[in-house]
C-alpha cells in the first residue's frame, strides 16, 4: 500500500505559486522540506512538482536506469538563449548534446586542463594585481570580482579570447545581461503563459539581453576564425572536430550556443569562491588551518601543477562550502516508468522530480546534527571516501554531469592559494550573516570584505597601496583645532556583540587628545597578523559562553595559534575585559587569553588587566580605575601629559539630518514594520507584549535567533534633557569631531534626534563622570552632594540607577556644557530579544515576546523608570518602521533538526519566548504530517490568571495537538503548581518524566536570567546524583560528559 505525497494547503487555479518566494525560491523549498519532510508535492498553475528532500530519495533517484534527467522549468526558459547547448540538451531526443558531449570530454582531461593552468594564472593574477592596488580600505564585491575572473578564464582558456573585465571600471556588459537574464528566467518558469505573454516590457528586456549575449558570443567566434591560436583550444575543437559515431560536426548555431552554455556555467565556480570566502570569515579556525597548510606546505612559492590537489585541507573547505551551498542547489529528474519511491510513495512516469539538493545535503542521517555547521574536517581525506553513495552530489550526476568539474577544480585551488598566499581577509561588516540571491544558481547577496597585503609576502603590484585598515589615526574633521601634529598615535581595538565594550572603547578614543595621543578605533579582527608598534594598543573586549566576539573571533583565533616565542616583541598593550560572572566557568576567558598570549610572545604589558563584572555594581567603576591607571602608565611609558581641558568635539547649530545605524557602527540594520502589538498579561501585573515585525527584504532567521533592535530613548527622558539644557527640540546641531565618535558628524541633525537616537541617557554615571562634574564649575551644596555620590558610589548611583541627567537636573547649579555630557553618555546600544516564531509559521515575519519595563525608579525619582527598548517597542504601532537585524544565537541553541528528538525546556518569563518558536516550529511540522516527538515545557510565572503566557491559545492548540506538556511553577500561587515555586522545582517534583526524557535522548533548553539558570543546574545535578548514586564532582562530571552537546543555555540580565 503506498502514502499520499503530502502537500501544502493549495488556492484553486494558483495552486502553491504564493508559497514559493520569487525571488528565493530556494528559501522557500527549504522551509517545506523542513516542514513536510523528505518529500512534498506543489502545484504552480496546474503544474505538478515533486521535492524530495532526504539522503535516502537522493541515492534512490540517482539510479540512471530508473531516472533520467528533465529540464526543469528554469533552464526550459534559459533554453531561450542556450537551445541545445549541453547544459539545456533535452536528452535523448536532441542528437547535438551526444555530438558535443563526445567531441569536448577529451577537451576536460587531466592533461588538457593542466594545459589551461598559464592562462587561468594570468587572470587569477589580474584579481590580486587589482586586491593589491585598491589597497586595505577598499570595500570589495568578491562575487562580482569572482565573476570577472571565471568569465575572463573561461573565454581565455577555451576560446583563446580576452574580455578584459578587470580593465573596466563598469561590470562588462554581457555579465549585466547574462545576471538580468538569469534572474529573469527563474522568474519567468513561476509564471503562466498568459501573464508571461502580457509582461510586454519584461519581455522586450529578456530578449535584449539574449541578443546582448548572442552578439558577444557571435564576436568571440569570428575572432577565433579570423584569428585562430596556435595552440588547439576547445572552440577549435567546436568548430572543426568531427564526431567519430556519427561522422558529423558541429553546426556554427551550437558552437554559439555551448560557447554561452560554458559562460553561463562559469557563474557557478565564481559563487564557489564566493562561498568559500564567507565560510572560511566565519569560520576562523579553518582559516587558520588553510593559511598553514599553505603556508607549510609551498613555503611561499608559488602555486604550481604539480600541487594541484595535494593539499588536503583546500580539498575538505571546497567540498564542504559545496556541500553547504551546492551552486546549483537542485537538479531535476523523472521516472522512465511508474514507480514507487521512498518504499511509499507512488510516482507516476515523466513527473517532474525535484532534487533538492541543498536540503539533501543537510540531512543529519548522513551528516549528523551538526549539518548546518561548516565543518572541512568531515570532508578530510578518507572520510570523503567514506560517504555513503551519492551523498555528495553539488556538480550534477552521471552521464550529465557538469563537464568543467576539472576545470572549476583546478582554477578554486589556484586562486584561493594566491589569495591567501597574498591577503589577510576581513569582512566589512563583522556582523554580516548570510544572504542568497538566486538565479539559475545561488551567491552570497550584500557580501563585502577588504583584503589586506600579508607583510610577510612579496607583492605582483607596483606603487603603494592606501594605509592598512589598522593603520595611523585619522585626521581631524574640518574645523576641530586639537593639535593633532604634536599628539602620539594610539590603537584602540575592541570585541563587542552587544556594545558595552565598544563604548568603553569609545570612550578612550574620546579622551585620548587630552592624554597627548590620537586615536585610532577599530574591531580586533582588523588587527589580526597586524598588530602596529608605532604606538600603544588599548584592548577592551568580552567573552561570551566563553567564545570571543563576533568581531574579535579571527584576532583569537589567530593569538591562539602564535608559535613565535618572540612574535610580538615591540608591541605594547593594556588589555580590559568585560564579562559577567554568572558564567562563572568561562568569565574573563578571551580579555585573559589576550593578556597572557601577547605578554607571553614578547609584548610589553603597560597596564594590568581590568575586569570588568556586568552582573555587579561596579561595573562602570572598575572600568574607570583601569582607565585611569592605564593613562597614567601611558603618560610616563611615552613621556605626556595630561590636559585638563576638554579635547574633541564641537557643535555649532545649523540644519539637516543624518541616518544612525551607519553612524552607531550597525551596518546590518534595516527597517522591518510593525504587523500587531499586542499586551500578554492581565491589568496590574508587570506588562508583557506580543509583538509582530515584517522583516525587511532579504532577511532570514531561525527559530533560536535574536532580533537586534536599535531603540529610541523614551520621549519623557528627552525632554528632561532638552529642559537641563535649555534647547528646544527644534533646534539643530551640527557635530565637529577631532577623534572616531558614533555621533553623526559634519551633518546637521535636530538635537531631539540627537537625544532621542544617538545616546544612552539613562546608564548609570561612573566615577570617571562624577569626577568631570565635580571638576565643572559648581556650588558648594552640588560639590558636597556629588562627594556623597562618589564615597557611596555602589549603593546611591550604581544600584539607584542614577544617571548622569539625574544628577545634573537634581544639581542645577552644575554647569556643564551640551559638548562635555555628549561625551560623558555612552552611545546608544542595540538590544538583542530573542524570537519567539518560526520560519516554518511565516518566513518573513517574526515576533517578539518580551517585558516592558515600567517600575518605580530605583533612585527614588518620582517618574518610573522606563527600559529604552521595551519602551520604545511597546509605543510601536502596525505600520511603524523598526531598525533591525536578525543575529544568530549559539549553534547548539536551536531545535533538533530530528523532529523526533524529545526537547525539556525550562524558562521563565519572557524567557518563554525562544521555547515558543520551538513549539511552534515542531506543531507546524506536525501539522505536515511529520513525526514530532512530545516534549516538557516547565515555564515559571506568577499566577495562573496573571502572566501564564499563551496558556489559552498557542500552548492550549500545542498540547492538544500532542507536541507538549506544560508544567507551570507559579511563584505567588504554588497551590496550583503542587507547592513548586520555581521551574527548579518543579524539574524534582517532576523526576520521573525529566529522567524518561533524558533516557529518551532529549535535548535540554534553558533560558532566563542568570539566578534561575544556576537553581536549574542544581536541580539536574540533583537528579543526576540520584541516578548514580555519585557526590557532588562525580555528578558534575557526569553532568559534563552525558549532556554535552544536549544541554544549552541562553542567559539574559
Not at 561612573?766 to 560639590?783: F, G, H, P, V, Y
Not at 535522548?1001 to 533560558?1007: D, I, L, Y
Request: proline share 6%; charged share 25%; net charge neutral.
Amino acid at each position: 500500500m503506498t502514502t499520499p505525497i503530502p502537500s501544502p494547503p493549495a488556492i484553486p487555479f494558483l495552486g502553491h505559486i504564493t508559497a514559493i518566494d520569487k525571488d528565493l525560491p530556494l528559501k522557500s523549498i527549504s522551509l517545506l522540506a523542513k516542514q513536510y519532510g523528505e518529500l512534498f508535492e506543489i502545484n504552480v498553475f496546474g503544474s505538478k512538482r515533486l521535492y524530495a528532500n532526504s539522503y535516502a530519495l537522493q541515492n534512490e533517484l540517482s539510479d540512471e536506469k530508473r531516472f533520467f534527467k528533465k529540464i526543469h522549468p528554469g533552464l526550459e526558459e534559459v533554453r531561450v538563449a542556450a537551445k541545445d547547448g549541453l547544459f539545456t540538451a533535452k536528452v535523448p531526443a536532441e542528437e547535438n548534446w551526444y555530438i558535443a558531449h563526445r567531441l569536448l570530454m577529451p577537451c576536460f582531461n587531466t592533461a588538457a586542463v593542466f594545459g589551461m593552468y598559464d592562462d587561468m594564472l594570468d587572470i587569477a593574477t589580474q584579481l590580486i594585481q587589482k586586491w593589491e592596488r585598491f589597497g586595505p580600505s577598499e570595500k570589495l564585491d568578491p562575487a562580482q570580482d569572482f565573476s570577472r575572473l571565471t568569465l575572463d578564464a573561461i573565454s581565455l582558456c577555451a576560446m583563446s579570447y580576452r574580455l578584459n573585465s578587470f580593465y573596466r571600471d563598469e561590470a562588462p556588459e554581457f555579465v549585466t545581461a547574462m545576471g538580468e537574464f538569469l534572474i529573469e528566467c527563474g522568474r519567468r518558469s513561476l509564471r503562466p503563459g498568459l501573464v508571461k505573454a502580457a509582461m510586454v516590457n519584461s519581455n522586450a528586456q529578456f530578449m535584449k539581453n539574449v541578443k546582448i549575449m548572442d552578439d558577444v558570443v557571435t564576436a568571440i567566434v569570428e575572432d577565433h576564425r579570423k584569428n585562430p591560436p596556435t595552440k588547439p583550444d576547445l572552440m577549435q575543437t567546436m568548430l572543426t572536430g568531427v564526431d567519430k559515431e556519427t561522422g558529423k560536426r558541429l553546426e556554427e548555431e551550437q558552437v554559439k550556443v555551448n560557447c554561452l552554455t560554458f559562460l553561463i556555467a562559469g557563474t557557478s565556480l565564481s559563487r564557489m569562491l564566493t562561498f568559500m570566502c564567507y565560510y572560511l570569515l566565519k569560520n576562523p579556525e579553518a582559516m587558520r588551518k588553510l593559511r598553514e597548510e599553505i603556508d607549510t606546505t609551498l613555503a611561499g612559492r608559488p602555486f604550481t601543477i604539480k600541487d594541484i590537489n595535494k593539499l588536503p585541507y583546500l580539498l575538505a573547505v571546497m567540498r564542504e562550502t559545496l556541500r553547504l551551498s551546492p551552486t546549483a542547489p537542485n537538479r531535476t529528474v523523472a521516472p522512465l516508468e511508474n514507480t514507487v519511491i521512498g518504499g511509499k510513495y507512488a510516482v507516476e512516469k515523466d513527473t517532474l522530480l525535484n532534487m533538492n539538493i541543498y536540503t539533501m545535503h543537510r540531512d543529519p542521517a548522513v551528516w549528523g546534527e551538526d549539518a548546518e555547521e561548516f565543518r572541512p574536517e568531515r570532508l578530510l581525506g578518507e572520510k570523503f571516501d567514506q560517504l555513503p553513495p551519492n551523498a555528495w552530489q553539488p556538480f550534477g550526476f552521471g552521464l550529465r554531469g557538469c563537464i568543467g568539474r576539472p576545470f572549476a577544480w583546478q582554477e578554486a585551488q589556484l586562486v584561493m592559494v594566491m589569495i591567501m598566499q597574498h591577503f589577510d581577509l576581513v569582512l566589512d561588516d563583522p556582523s554580516y550573516e548570510l544572504q542568497i540571491k538566486q538565479t539559475i544558481t545561488i551567491k552570497p547577496n550584500h557580501f563585502y570584505i577588504h583584503a589586506i597585503p600579508r607583510k610577510d609576502r612579496p607583492r605582483l603590484s607596483v606603487g603603494q597601496s592606501v594605509p592598512a585598515l589598522i593603520g595611523k589615526p585619522a585626521e581631524a574633521s574640518p574645523g576641530v583645532a586639537t593639535g593633532a601634529a604634536n599628539l602620539k598615535p594610539l590603537y584602540v581595538l575592541y570585541g563587542s556583540n552587544t556594545g558595552s565594550s565598544e563604548s568603553f572603547a569609545q570612550r578612550l578614543v574620546s579622551a585620548a587628545p587630552s592624554h597627548g595621543f590620537h586615536g585610532s578605533l577599530k574591531p580586533l579582527d582588523l588587527a589580526t597578523e597586524h598588530l602596529p608598534t608605532d604606538g600603544p594598543i588599548l584592548i577592551v573586549t568580552a567573552s561570551f559562553e566563553g567564545q570571543p566576539a563576533d568581531n574579535a573571533k579571527h584576532f583569537v583565533e589567530w593569538l591562539e595559534n602564535v608559535n613565535a616565542p618572540t612574535g610580538f616583541v615591540g608591541v605594547q598593550f593594556a588589555v580590559f575585559g568585560c564579562g559577567n560572572r554568572d558564567w562563572t566557568v568561562t568569565y574573563q576567558r578571551i580579555p585573559t587569553l589576550i593578556d597572557r598570549v601577547l605578554a607571553e610572545h614578547g609584548a610589553t604589558r603597560l597596564a594590568a588587566r581590568g575586569e570588568g563584572d556586568a552582573s555587579g555594581p561596579e561595573f562602570f567603576d572598575s572600568f574607570d580605575q583601569w582607565e585611569k591607571a592605564t593613562w597614567k602608565a601611558l603618560g610616563e611609558a611615552y613621556d605626556v601629559t595630561t590636559k585638563t581641558e576638554s579635547v574633541g568635539l564641537d557643535i555649532k547649530v545649523s540644519s539637516g539630518s543624518n541616518g544612525r545605524a551607519e553612524v552607531l557602527r550597525q551596518r546590518d540594520m534595516a527597517f522591518g514594520t510593525v504587523v500587531s502589538s499586542k499586551v500578554l498579561t492581565a491589568p496590574g501585573a508587570p506588562p508583557k507584549r506580543h509583538i509582530e515585525f515584517e522583516l525587511p527584504e532579504d532577511m532570514t532567521y531561525r527559530a533560536g535567533d535574536y532580533l537586534a533592535i536599535l531603540p529610541l530613548n523614551p520621549e519623557r527622558v528627552v525632554k528632561r534633557a532638552l529642559s537641563r539644557f535649555k534647547l528646544s527640540a527644534e533646534q539643530e546641531v551640527e557635530i565637529s569631531s577631532a577623534v572616531p565618535t558614533s555621533l553623526p558628524t559634519s551633518k546637521p541633525i535636530a538635537i531631539f534626534n540627537l537625544l532621542s537616537g544617538y545616546v544612552e541617557l539613562q546608564q548609570p554615571a561612573t566615577l570617571r563622570d562624577l569626577e568631570i562634574l565635580l571638576q565643572a564649575k559648581n556650588s558648594d551644596a552640588s560639590t558636597a552632594a556629588l562627594k556623597d555620590l562618589v564615597a557611596n558610589y555602589a549603593s546611591k548611583v550604581f544600584t539607584s540607577r542614577l544617571s548622569v541627567l539625574d544628577i545634573l537636573e537634581d544639581n542645577k547649579d552644575i554647569d556643564v556644557s551640551l559638548s562635555t555630557f555628549l561625551q560623558m553618555v555612552p552611545a546608544m546600544r542595540i538590544r538583542q530579544y530573542s524570537i519567539s516564531s518560526s520560519p516554518l509559521w511565516n518566513p518573513q515575519h517574526v515576533t517578539l515576546t518580551l517585558s516592558v519595563v515600567d517600575a518605580p525608579a530605583r533612585s527614588g525619582r518620582d517618574e518610573n523608570f522606563l527600559g529604552v527598548a521595551s519602551t520604545y517597542l511597546a509605543g510601536v504601532q502596525p505600520g511603524h518602521k523598526v531598525q533591525m537585524a536578525v543575529r544568530s544565537s549559539n549553534a547548539a541553541f536551536h531545535p533538533p533538526s530530528d523532529p523526533t528528538v524529545p526537547m525539556v525546556m525550562v524558562c521563565a518569563g519572557s524567557g518563554l519566548a525562544p521555547m515558543r518558536g520551538f513549539l511552534q516550529e515542531r506543531a507546524e511540522q506536525k501539522k505536515a504530517g511529520r513525526e514530532v516527538a512530545p516534549s516538557l515545557l516547565f515555564f515559571g510565572c506568577r499566577r495562573p490568571g496573571e502572566d501564564f503566557l499563551y496558556f489559552d491559545s498557542d500552548l492550549k492548540e500545542w498540547t492538544e495537538l500532542g507536541i507538549v506538556d506544560v508544567r507551570p511553577a507559579f511563584s505567588r500561587c504554588i497551590s496550583d503548581s503542587y507547592e513548586c515555586r520555581y521551574v527548579q522545582d518543579r524539574i524534582a517534583h517532576d523526576k520521573e518524566d525529566v529522567n524518561k526524557a533524558f533516557d529518551a535522548g532529549a535535548r535540554f533548553f534553558v533560558c532566563g536570567v542568570g539566578k534561575m539558570s544556576t537553581g536549574v543546574k542544581a536541580s539536574m545535578l540533583t537528579l543526576v546524583k540520584e541516578r548514580t548514586k555519585t557526590d557532588d564532582a562525580g555528578a558534575q562530571a557526569i553532568f559534563d560528559k552525558v549532556l554535552k552537546g544536549r544541554y544549552a543555555t541562553d542567559i539574559f540580565e
